[in-house]
């Protein structure tokens, strides 16, 4: 399994912005053979998909999230980052990264994922 570690949470004003890093265990790893999402959960709510990117770079977004949060990879091949922007209360939740190896499952499913960080907490304040 890979070691995933998520920062960049925090409370921030409706409107606001975070960027959310997820980094994998290691200098030398990559994410290049992998798939990467970004998951959310809020309180007495399923956990649910928010971004994620394929092998190739390409990715998709919940509706809710889209033209709003920015999945990418970084310069370093072990970090990928969720750039959230124009933050609502409703983005509030523990965010999750996750990883499972080869290309991304059909299915956006928390289930499909094999590998998970501890979270880090978003709260969009009104």
């Known amino acids: 399994q890979v070691q995933l570690v998520e920062s960049g949470g925090g409370t921030v004003q409706v409107g606001g912005s975070l960027r959310l890093s997820c980094a994998a265990s290691?200098?030398?790893?990559?994410?290049?053979?992998?798939?990467v999402g970004w998951f959310r959960q809020a309180p007495g709510k399923e956990r649910e998909g928010v971004a994620r990117?394929?092998?190739?770079?390409?990715?998709i977004y919940a509706d809710s999230v889209k033209g709003r949060f920015t999945i990418s990879q970084g310069s370093a091949k072990n970090t990928v980052y969720l750039q959230m922007n124009s933050l609502k209360p409703d983005d509030s939740a523990m965010y999750y990264c996750?990883?499972?190896?080869?290309?991304?499952?059909?299915?956006?499913?928390?289930?499909?994922?094999?590998?998970w960080g501890q979270g880090t907490q978003v709260t969009v304040a009104s």
């Open positions: 290691g200098s030398s790893f990559s994410f290049s053979n992998y798939c």
């Open positions: 996750a990883t499972v190896g080869g290309p991304c499952p059909t299915r956006f499913d928390p289930l499909e994922y094999r590998s």
């Open positions: 990117v394929d092998r190739s770079g390409t990715s």
